[in-house]
């Protein structure tokens, strides 16, 4: 900016010239530049007192748009943060169907060194060795005289091993909170509920995740904050499976198999009030996975899910009951029995003689593979095969627990005749005893597939009809007959009109094909009361041998059934089944003019 002088040389010469004073011409200059100096002042005064004043409209406009979020919002809890990824450690609670706790968390401590601030090393791994028995004190004392800043001692350590520890003294040893997946029932429903780790890990959390079981299958839901921490609820009866697991257990030992499983499913849900793999597991202590060995062996596998085995004979109700729907047979009508039946270079056999001829009843209450065989062939593959599949036999159950996606049934890759001959006895065709439970349970609501669940439901949750009404009824009493006067004599339980269908299958081999001779699996499916059914209860026994008599006894009528007769006694009560007269058919009457 150029100024202008004061005193102007040409204004003073003009106005000494004159006999004017020069001093006005400066007196006046200088007043000038006061009041340019003074507008230039209060321009800029007044400029910030606008950018001022901006800012505070700003300011409010900002601070009322966030007032009004606040209190349009929903509320919720204030959680600290800090810097890092955050790890989320709750998990909701896993109960019952009445509520009761099957998994929780527990609060507890992780136990930490931090060598640089350690006074006596020596003593201090002297002291962690005495309180925990599986540390090696030379190993600790190498770690905390080594170069490392942090190392992890315990994951979890229960509060008297926190004040043992206390007890040592040394400031390098250090706790963090977090918490640990509680099962307060031990073993019971060790298979559903799978089990629980850690994932991520910090110093003052970790993140508790699911590894099997309903645990891995729901993880997502259980760790997610949205949910409020509501509880899982699953369908299972906590005082039934323990009364199934006791029951299963004893049966298991008395006929002296290897393994055992049992499954107690609603008919009209298809809810699996209570479900049991043995050997089973303390989910609190998970053992680690077999790595040599087979692995049906294990006490981690799930037989009821992923024990895909021959049923055998209780496949010969699904035959006879498609054949019935498809108005090929009825009750009554009389079947070729006689044997062997050849079919190329296969024989196929019956268990014992039972004569030249059967009728479709006897058939399912005797149990005859021949005639079984006979009434599948006039069913033929195709609608042997398609029926088996809306019955969902050919696919996995989609049971919510990560272990049935490998319960994949085996089928043969060509289904021909020979085939369907074999699978209408339950050869040729390995599924799970989760699918049988399924399958009878339609025999058991009147034809409706229902899909096996371990949540709670609301109400029936019935499917697509496969079969008729007319058929379910039908086989129902056949299956109540094979109780009364069939294989399966000793599951009668009084007041509770049991029927079912037993079935003995040879075990295949795990190495150069063909089946044992001397190992089995027996089953017995059934389902209870047989005039109105409520429930189905599978019970498979793997390798049993009966060995009370004077011969080893290994079919399902003297190994499988007694077990589920003795389970049906003690969990229908629990179910809230009174015992009641069977209801007796009359005999027709018809009247006739004279």
Known sequence: MIR??????????????????????????????????????????????????????????????????????????????????????????????????????????????????????????????????????????????????????????????????????????????????????????????????????????????????????????????????????????????????????????????????????????????????????????????????????????????????????????????????????NPGTVIDTKGPLRWGKHRIRDFRHYGNEMTVSKVIEKSSNIGTARIAQQIGAARQRAFLKELGMLDTTGFEIVEAATGKPLMPKNWSEISTMTISYGHGLSTSPMHLAAGYAAIANGGYRVKPTILKQDGPQLGPRVFSEQASRAARKMLRRVVTDGTASFGDVAGYAVGGKTGTADKPRRRGGGYYEDKVIATFASIFPAHDPKYVLIVTLDEPVDTIGKEPRRTAGWTAVPVAAEMIKRVAPLLGLRPTVEPVELTDIKLANN
């Open 4 to 329: 202008t002088p004061l005193r102007p040389l040409a204004r003073i010469l003009d106005a000494r010239a004159k006999g004017e004073n020069p001093d006005v011409i400066e007196r006046e200059n200088i007043r000038i530049r006061h009041e340019q100096m003074r507008d230039q002042a209060r321009q800029r005064a007044e400029g910030r007192l606008l950018v001022l004043g901006l800012v505070f409209v700003v300011a409010f406009s900002v601070i009322g748009l966030r007032m009004g979020v606040l209190a349009t919002a929903e509320p919720m809890e204030p959680r600290a943060e800090a810097p890092g990824a955050v790890i989320h450690a709750s998990r909701a609670d896993i109960v019952d169907r009445h509520g009761r706790l099957l998994a929780t968390n527990f609060e507890t401590h992780s136990l930490y060194a931090q060598p640089p601030q350690m006074v006596d090393p020596a003593a201090a791994a002297r002291g962690l060795a005495a309180v925990f028995p599986d540390l090696d004190e030379k190993e600790l004392f190498e770690d905390f005289t080594g170069k490392r800043k942090f190392i992890w001692i315990k994951r979890k350590i229960s509060p008297e091993q926190m004040q043992a520890v206390h007890e040592i003294g040394d400031p390098g040893l250090l706790f963090g909170s977090r918490d640990m997946r509680l099962y307060p029932n031990g073993r019971l429903a060790s298979h559903v509920l799978g089990g629980a780790s850690y994932g991520r890990e910090g110093v003052h959390a970790a993140e508790v995740i699911g590894v099997a079981g309903i645990e891995k299958y729901f993880d997502a839901r259980l760790r997610d904050p949205a949910n409020g921490n509501q509880p899982l609820e699953l369908s299972l009866d906590l005082t039934v499976q323990a009364a199934a697991e006791r029951v299963l257990a004893g049966g298991m030992m008395l006929m002296n198999a290897k393994g055992a499983t049992s499954i107690l499913m609603d008919v009209q849900t298809g809810e699996v009030v209570s479900v049991v793999s043995l050997p089973n597991f303390d989910p609190n202590d998970r053992p680690r996975p077999a790595v040599k060995g087979d692995p049906s062996d294990s006490p981690l596998f799930n037989r009821s899910v992923q024990g895909v085995y021959e049923l055998g004979s209780t496949f010969k109700i699904f035959t006879v009951a498609q054949a019935m729907d498809l108005g090929l047979v």
